[in-house]
């Protein structure tokens, strides 16, 4: 089936009219381990065609300050644009050796999983599968992507690059080249695709004449009206047995085929159409104005200073633990009243400690091994005000003194840190609000870019286009102040708005949907040009 490029629907299409017996879709799910063997030795191949192509580069003709493999790339999509619309929900990309002609490297783009879509629709979480979801850019953002990436890992792996040839329709190359500023590659347009445009130009200007074609074929419209039972009656008309597994089977699609068309007679099935329509348009509508320039005809021929290509972040993930619940508790806090280093010891971590251990951990290039060997922070004020609420007061000093009943030694951290552990331990039950408090190491450097968002809205806070907490969810959504720039720049006010009520992937809308306040920061941004 891989090897003919055809699903379970063609096979068991194709042997029905053979009256040969249908496989299970199951029994086919079973053989879906061939496919990751088949990925393994296509992997391996590459890697053989590459060492082979290295080789057959260094017995050519070449100086040492002209030396490398030459290689072309393109890519593919599985649903064809229209040059209106590109949606396709999957690409690859591939690399291929001048002198062996052989694929070196691809790459594949997958921008959607039916079984992650559908269990997200019902609110639940996915079983357990290989999830080959891999991209949520656009269609057109796939080929630049997967160009960089290709021609990056030979960079990492010491390949040197002479020529890359390829079409002018995407800023791979460019992309690739800024990565790569020591790389001496070159790129080299493809002539058939130069030649292509050149026509295409060429028949833009001749008259159009209208003109009907006739399909050859009549089995689409046997199929339309005659349903999937036509292809018995086309073999008893000859005088052929109809076949019983032919028989099952068009009954089998038949019936499915009437409960679709139920469906989308519906007003239900209908309202579901436009929502899921209007769904698609939006997401390749603010992919689209988050990438830039990604791909156009004939766009790697202009001057890659003069494209806009700077990339509009992507709202961040929520914070998703694993296995919190049997994670061990570990306290800390830090002395710091003299002013010397730090002494890891633990309460109020949220607002002070955990900036002062971000600092002092990244000065010394530590603090991503934190993060690595963390699964999360918890705030143990935060823990007792939901624990014990109503308290006069949630120090540490009261806290011990109140719930245990014991003294506390100000600026002993030892003691200090058995007094918090035994106080989160016995009275804190950490279990039953671990994964509402707990929060991600990387909290500290998130802040920080937080701050440095919040700090780029003042003017539009000063001037009453957004409120201040409106700008500061806009800060925590990863935008700046020039991303607005950008997203006016690209598309105008529709573009604005796509940016501002992007929904992230729990539903929530990105800034705001209330069409006033987008005015108000659309008139505010026009007035500065």
Known sequence: MIHAGIGETQLNNFLSSLNVHCIDAKTLKIREKAGSVLENQAIMSQQRHLQMEILNSTTEDQTDSRSGICISTDTCWQKKGSGRSYNSLSGVSTLIGKTTGKVVNHKVRISSCRICERAKGRGILPRQHKCRKNWSGSAKGMEPDMVVEMLKELD????????????????????????????????????????????SKINELKPKHKRVNWDESAQPYSQKNEGYNYISELNTSIGLSPGNETLSRGNKLNKKREGNKNIFKSKQGKKQRKFLKKKRLQKTT?????????????????????????????????????NIDD????????????LNKPVLVGHNIKRFDCHVLFHTLKSMNMYSELCASTVAFLDSLNLFKLVSPGLSSYSQYFLVDKLLGQQYESHNAVYDTKLLFNLVTEKGNVSQYISELAFSPSYPQLYQMQ???????????????????????????????????????????????????????????????????????????????
């Open 156 to 199: 990492e792996k010491g390949v040197d690059i002479l020529e890359v040839v390829g079409d002018d329709d995407s800023t791979g190359f460019d992309r690739a080249k800024r990565l790569m500023p020591n790389s001496k590659m070159e790129k080299i347009s493809d002539k058939n695709h130069i030649k292509h445009n050149i026509i």
């Open 327 to 338: 994670a061990p508790i570990v306290c800390f806090d830090l002395e710091t009243t003299g």
């Open 286 to 322: 603010v992919a689209d104005l988050k990438e830039g320039r990604t791909y156009h005809s004939s766009i790697g021929l202009e001057d890659f200073a003069t494209i806009d290509i700077e990339e509009i972040p992507a709202i961040p993930e929520a914070e998703t633990f694993t």
């Open 451 to 529: 701050l440095a968002n919040l700090k780029t809205f003042e003017k539009l806070v000063q001037s009453k286009c957004l409120s201040k907490a409106m700008a500061l969810k806009t800060a925590r959504s990863n935008l700046r102040f020039q991303h607005f720039k950008l997203a006016v720049q690209r598309n105008d006010m529709a573009g604005l708005k796509a940016l501002m009520t992007e929904k992230s992937s729990t539903g929530v809308v990105r800034v705001t949907s209330n069409k006033k306040i987008i005015q108000r920061v659309y008139e505010y941004l026009i007035s500065l040009k």
